[in-house]
């Protein structure tokens, strides 16, 4: 199996959604679209479809951060059921949707935050 991490992610969550994510409901989330989840200290892990885990953990009030290793070898159809869900459950995680969080990512880059 050919692995590529990517390299962990700091997401920005929407103003006033937080609340969404706090105390067991990111696990609650996670479990609803990754399914089997597991603790490992403050991080969430799942394995699902591609994602050879999907680690997830809170940074403040105000950061979700994400780290994914995916499996390269994956059918064209796991990719997309990955990414469908990897899309819905950051999309519900930050309040943002993938095209926002895209945005969000590049105007940090150009500032020099990343």
């Known amino acids: 199996m050919q692995r590529k991490v990517r390299p962990m992610q ?9 609340k969404n994510i706090e105390g067991d409901n990111l696990n609650t989330l996670m479990v609803k679209y990754f ?6 200290g403050d991080k969430l892990v ?12 809170i940074k403040g009030k105000n950061l979700l951060c994400v780290e994914i290793v995916t499996d390269k070898t994956a059918s064209e159809t796991i990719a997309m059921d990955t990414i469908r869900a990897k899309n819905g459950f950051l999309e519900e ?10 945005k969000r990512l ?6 020099g935050g990343l």
């Open 10 to 18: 700091e997401l920005e969550i929407k103003r006033g959604h937080f």
């Open 106 to 111: 590049q105007k940090k880059a150009k500032q």
């Open 46 to 57: 799942a394995n699902f479809g591609a994602m050879k885990p999907i680690e997830v953990w």
């Open 93 to 102: 995680a930050t309040g943002f949707t993938s095209s926002e969080r895209a």
């Open 35 to 40: 399914k089997t989840v597991k603790k490992d």
